[in-house]
């Protein structure tokens, strides 16, 4: 008999407790954080979905695997671990490990881009645009229509415009040092990237003689996908789906604090020696030397055993699942969110669920902060705060108005999402009377980390 409940596959080893606070509590906390949930104690947060990004939970192989790390400056044992383990996933000829991805990023795009060359990509995440655009280069996101339509489904809404990648080419030849694609597509949604989209991209980049990286983040994620939803890859195994992925490839970045299952960590990897051998140059400028790359050994030997685990299949099913689950909840509640549900987090379009706030009082922002109030949780808004600050000085709605909701790794359970759901039930029901808020202190830049916001009616959200 197979069973349909999928249970999370793993038992819990250490507990962390999560302190539960009163709403008045909240309250208070929320209007001491200026009314920035960035500007929250974690301690004051009940369920944590600020981001899946070196929060997961390792396992007690891990734990183990740290106690054996080699500290050696040079040549230490965990790197050739950890450099086999990127090796047998990628292929890739250089493995430099960095202390996250935006390392990885400006390493390459300092060794690789000039003022006025263009990137393409499905949709650049934050610190790679500003990597890109930090070298006075241009980041140009050229995803499939369907990719901005949050109520239209598509199983590969993460896929690249491949005509619109072979125009931008033709077009300005000379000025594309690399092409780039984000699995999975972190700002469009979590959306993956099929492999047909993959195989197009690498045909039409290597046809102008152009070398194509992946920005690797969420690659067993992406794998999971196209194992569910691609014809032909049914019966292929995670690893088997991203080892092709990688063959398309001529390089990756990558945050090992997503599917590294790492606290901290990411590595950049390519098969070009010149290129290589400039990237480890840059490198140990602001690392360190190429075998640790601003890494304890201890954490090169977690991201090693990381890896393999994230391409585990019961523990992708259960991933994957669990956030598919709390988008169903979220339907039948009649919430809207991008549909489908992603890899990582489940994005609530709240330009549907709030259309009585204005967008310059920031619906999704006050939305999240609502979630903080009313349930103690912590989620990131994506729009007009995030997006709206023009670089002439103006201010502009964004795209969507969009609230993630981002999961930690093998961190909370199904009772935890079920307490989730009913959260959210609860926000529905009152989301007529959500109001909106006010900026009264705005940085200069990337403004949502600090600044700082007053509710518009008399001091209440709601
Ligand atoms: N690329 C993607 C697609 C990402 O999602 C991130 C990080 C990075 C690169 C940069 O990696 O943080 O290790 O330097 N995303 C996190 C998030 C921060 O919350 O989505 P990093």
Redesign the pocket.
């Known amino acids: 008999m197979e069973f349909n409940t999928i249970i999370e596959p793993f038992r819990i080893k250490t507990v962390e407790p999560i302190r539960r606070t009163t709403r008045a509590q909240r309250e208070e906390a929320i209007k001491e954080a200026g009314y920035n949930p960035f500007l929250l104690k974690a301690e004051d947060v009940l369920i944590d979905l600020l981001?899946?990004?070196g929060t997961g939970a390792m396992s007690s192989r891990q734990w183990a695997g740290m106690m054996v790390g080699d500290e050696s400056y040079a040549g230490a044992r965990s790197f050739y671990k950890f450099e086999a383990a990127v090796k047998r996933i990628t292929g890739f000829k250089h493995v430099l490990p960095t202390h996250?991805?935006?390392?990885a990023?400006r390493i390459l795009f300092g060794s690789a881009l000039k003022p006025g060359d263009i990137v393409p990509n499905n949709t650049h995440?934050d610190?790679?645009r500003a990597n890109i655009e930090y070298r006075g280069a241009i980041a140009l996101d050229i995803p499939i229509a369907e990719a901005h339509q949050p109520n239209v489904y598509h199983p590969f809404k993460g896929n690249m415009d491949l005509e619109r990648l072979e125009q931008t080419l033709r077009e300005h030849s000379g000025h594309v040092p690399m092409v780039m694609v984000?699995v999975t597509n972190?700002s469009g949604g979590g959306q993956p990237v099929s492999m047909a989209n993959i195989r197009g991209i690498s045909e039409i980049a290597h046809r102008y003689g152009i070398p194509f990286f992946i920005?690797a983040?969420r690659f067993a994620e992406n794998a999971w996908f196209i194992k569910m939803r691609e014809e032909g890859y049914a019966d292929k195994s995670p690893m088997e789906i991203a080892q092709e992925m990688f063959e398309y490839a001529d390089g990756a970045t990558m945050?090992a604090?997503?599917d590294g299952m790492a606290n901290i960590g990411?590595f950049l990897a390519m098969n070009d020696d010149e290129l290589a051998q400039r990237c480890k140059n840059m490198e140990i400028l602001g690392e360190g030397f190429p075998t640790y790359g601003g890494l304890a050994g201890y954490d090169l030997e977690a991201i090693a055993i990381g890896l393999e685990e994230a391409l585990n299949p019961d523990y992708l099913r259960y991933r994957i699942r669990s956030i598919e689950y709390l988008g169903e909840r979220m339907k039948r509640a009649g919430i809207p969110f991008i549909e489908p549900t992603g890899g990582h987090a489940v994005y609530i379009d709240a330009r549907r669920l709030l259309p009585h706030i204005p967008w310059n009082e920031y619906p999704a922002w006050a939305l999240s902060l609502v979630m903080y109030i009313e349930g103690g949780i912590r989620s990131v808004e994506i729009g007009s705060v995030m997006f709206g600050r023009q670089p002439d000085g103006s201010e502009k709605p964004a795209a969507m108005e969009l609230v993630r909701m981002?999961f930690p790794r093998r961190m909370y359970t199904q009772s935890h999402v079920d307490y989730l759901a009913e959260v959210l039930d609860y926000i529905k029901e009152i989301s007529p009377r959500i109001r909106g808020v006010r900026m009264v202190e705005e940085p200069p830049v990337l403004r949502h980390f600090t600044a700082r916001f007053e509710p518009t009616h008399d001091g209440l959200l709601v």
Do not use: I, L, P, V
Not at 100 to 103: H, L, P
């Open positions: 981001t899946d990004s996250q991805g935006r390392a990023e995440f610190t790679t984000t972190n920005d983040c945050s604090k997503k990411g981002a």
